[in-house]
């Protein structure tokens, strides 16, 4: 489409929304309009499944009642705009700024919305079943009677969101990091950024020798973290995700790592005593090099000289862990994986 015929759609659109004669509807479907400035566009009903926004400035755009299906925002800058009632099942919105804008009412079924900035967002009644909104910013948002079904909010930012009139059965999300303060929960969703990127996006998390008490954490994302010397008793980290973590020296006596991922993890000289295992995976992971592909190295996790006095291993995977100078005193094996370990089940 040449940028005369761009501008002709448009002319026509703003007919057809006000009814006049020669108005005649904008399809877009399929046009890559990528990186184009387009401050306050109205293409309110056009049909545009497939069209390409990325990387676009498109503050106070209005696409309400548009068919976004399957729309490219990647990138794109559109804070304050309206995207009521629109169409955007499949689209993706990955690291878009669409602060304070209008989602309310809108179909984002499968939608990917992974590291955006959606602050202050309305998505009062909004349709995100199975959406993608991972690291994403959510601060201040409005998510009464959304249906977030299946959602992935894994490392997301939730301070000052009410989540108690969204429908969340079966999502993907950490309860108690909303209740953390938004200085914290910010560095969780900068460190998932820059977990899913490798290292491009965002900032790692170093909370070493980091006193969070008696805290829930339960689905948290603190893969390839630095937690050494931290202190995290009786906390609760059921089914989270610890790849690669490094807890060297840490306290995590009487916790609670049931079905937790701890692939590769180190956990030397960790206070583990009375701490939950059952069905956690402790197994080896695969190295990925700075271009996100395999190494062909695996790193095993280290329980080296941990103290697992009392601990439950029940039906725990260990594979290849390294056990040298750990206290088993007392601790729970039933069912636990032991190849490689010099344990026997």
């Known amino acids: 489409m040449t940028p005369k015929q761009f501008v002709d759609t448009l002319r026509r659109h703003e007919r057809y929304l006000r009814g006049l004669v020669g108005g005649v509807r904008a399809n877009l479907q399929g046009v890559n309009l990528s990186g184009l400035r387009l401050p306050r566009i109205n293409l309110e009903q056009a049909i545009l499944s497939d069209a390409n926004f990325s990387e676009c400035l498109l503050p106070g755009a209005n696409f309400s009642f548009a068919d976004l299906s399957g729309a490219k925002f990647n990138g794109a800058k559109s804070p304050g705009s309206n995207f009521t009632r629109a169409e955007l099942r499949q689209s993706s919105l990955r690291h878009a700024d669409m602060a304070a804008t209008n989602f309310s009412e809108t179909t984002m ?35 009464n009677d959304a249906r977030l079904t299946g959602a992935n909010l894994r490392g997301a930012m939730l301070a000052d969101v009410d989540l108690s009139r969204a429908d969340l059965r079966d999502a993907i999300i950490s309860y108690g990091t909303t209740h953390l303060s938004s200085e914290l929960q910010m560095l969780l969703r900068d460190h998932a950024l820059w977990v899913d990127s490798n290292g491009k996006r965002g900032e790692r998390a170093v909370l070493r020798g980091v006193d969070f008490g008696d805290t829930d954490l339960s689905g948290v994302y603190l893969s390839g973290a630095d937690l050494q010397n931290c202190t995290l008793p009786n906390t609760k980290f059921s089914d989270a995700v610890f790849v690669l973590t490094d807890f060297k020296g840490a306290n995590l006596s009487g916790s609670d790592f049931r079905r937790a991922d701890l692939s590769g993890a180190d956990l030397t000289e960790a206070n583990l005593s009375n701490t939950k295992f059952h069905r956690a995976r402790l197994t080896p992971v695969s190295i990925r090099g ?27 995977n260990l594979t290849d862990a390294n056990l040298d100078g750990a206290n088993l005193t007392d601790a729970e094996l039933t069912g636990a994986k032991l190849a490689g370990t010099g344990l026997r089940s």
């Open 290 to 316: 700075s271009d996100g592909e395999p190494t062909g190295a695996k790193r095993s996790v280290s329980l080296q000289n941990a103290n697992l006095a009392k601990a439950n291993l029940r039906e725990a």
């Open 109 to 143: 079924n499968g939608a990917d919305l992974h590291g955006g900035d959606f602050a202050r967002a309305d998505f009062q009644s909004a349709k995100l079943s199975n959406a993608n909104l991972s690291a994403a910013n959510l601060q201040g948002a409005n998510v």
